[in-house]
């Protein structure tokens, strides 16, 4: 206490040392930068992946199952029950993918059309929550209405930036051009088929609201040439994270053909890609913490000049080196204490107006997202409290150990 005690004295704000003042404030100050901007960049780093992958599942499964032989799947509602033995699987959805053309008197553009369950569908994604307009109930096959069987047009549900691209609104009709087409005397004709919009979904991603639409599963069958079969299985856990081990039970019990993968190998690429810039970015920003730190190293090599004399009078009277060092490292360890509190309550504030203003918008068809995600998390509070405050700790050894190696003779004999 008595080391604590004479370090604080040290740092203490007085007029007859402005100078040294001032260096110890610009030093806690710079501490408190660094750390502030490591709180804030992780933070908005991790909320990236956390709102990417609540969008990434609002749409998707955590697992799907195709066939490896690339020729979809037959009998796969026996396949669907064989998977929902598994305890960990809460259900399971069929579908159709595949690529086709939308087609308005506007103009026409590519599409991934995916035919889907809506019951099914529902229990497997979250894309009711994304609904803007209409809803999924109104996604089931036509049939015929009359003696003359008479057909109404089908549903087809689009994603937002999808419908402003081709100009169509609710209950809006369009053509649908299908990828696979019947062959005749004159060639391959490609399957044209009116369908009305019945639904407009906002998933926040640009990449599915842009390209993707719904349409009903026996519909995307027969316009898809798929008869009986479907492109694969959709699967959902009690819990995502252990979506890998469920993969690996899966692809025991149902065996070849099939190919079982989870969400995160499906999406291995963008999450490794945003871990990996994390890092980089905790290593980078730490640098700044490393730098502000070189100000602790100033800041006490002038306490040592300043104070040679009193610390010659405590060695005179009996301080050993030890407890001289204790004083330096205390006083560096309060520099980087102040920094640190400073630093995380200034990060905490910004995420905290980040999140709640959300003033810095992003442009939706290069990240994904339209605004700037934070979460905070208690692992990366405490990891960037230790580093600060191990940075501090070496900063203080060198100036420490020449304060306790001063002669205390030399020290009081030019005073």
């Not at 490591?38 to 709102?51: A, C, E, P, R, Y």
């Not at 096959?141 to 109404?152: D, G, I």
């Amino acid at each position: 206490m008595f080391e604590l005690g004479v370090a604080w004295r040290y740092l203490k704000f007085r007029k007859e040392q402005i100078f040294l003042s001032l260096i110890g404030i610009i030093s806690i100050a710079g501490v408190a930068v660094g750390v502030m901007a490591l709180i804030i960049t992780l933070s908005v780093m991790n909320g990236f992946q956390n709102d990417l992958r609540s969008k990434i599942l609002g749409v998707n499964a955590h697992i799907v199952v195709t066939s490896q032989t690339g020729r979809g799947i037959e009998n796969y509602n026996k396949l669907m029950q064989k998977i929902e033995e598994n305890k960990h699987v809460l259900g399971t959805s069929p579908f159709v993918y595949a690529q086709a053309i939308l087609k308005t008197s506007d103009g026409a553009t590519g599409v991934v059309v995916k035919g889907v369950q809506p019951s099914k569908l529902l229990t497997v994604t979250n894309l009711s929550a994304y609904m803007k307009a209409g809803t999924l109930d109104k996604l089931v096959p036509a049939k015929p209405v009359n003696k003359s069987k008479t057909v109404p047009v089908e549903g087809i549900i689009l994603g937002t930036e999808l419908a402003q691209n081709l100009r169509v609104v609710l209950n809006d009709e369009l053509m649908l051009v299908s990828s696979q087409g019947i062959t005749s005397a004159l060639g391959v004709v490609p399957l044209i088929r009116k369908y009305k919009v019945v639904g407009i979904f906002d998933s926040g991603m640009y990449e599915y609201d842009a390209n993707l639409a719904f349409i009903p599963l026996e519909s995307a069958q027969n316009i898809f040439n798929a008869k009986n079969k479907v492109t694969g299985i959709e699967v959902k856990t009690a819990d995502f994270f252990s979506a890998d081990q469920v993969v690996k039970e899966l692809q025991e019990s149902i065996g070849y053909p099939y190919w079982v993968r989870g969400w995160m190998a499906v999406n291995r690429n963008l999450f490794s890609a945003l871990k990996l810039e994390k890092i980089a970015m905790f290593v980078i920003l730490t640098l700044i913490v490393l730098v502000a730190c070189f100000n602790i190293v100033g800041t006490l090599m002038m306490i040592t000049i300043q104070k040679t004399r009193c610390i010659g009078i405590m060695r005179a009277l009996g301080a050993t080196r030890a407890a001289i060092m204790k004083i330096f490292i205390g006083e560096g360890l309060i520099i980087g204490f102040f920094g640190l509190v400073l630093g995380m309550a200034g990060g905490w504030l910004g995420c905290v107006l980040l999140d709640k203003y959300k003033f810095i918008k992003l442009p939706g068809d290069i990240y994904y997202l339209d605004h700037l995600p934070v979460k905070m998390q208690l692992g990366d509070f405490s990891v960037i409290a230790i580093a600060a405050l191990v940075i501090s700790f070496l900063a203080t050894i060198y100036p420490s150990y020449k304060a306790s190696r001063l002669n205390p003779v030399e020290a009081i004999r030019y005073e």
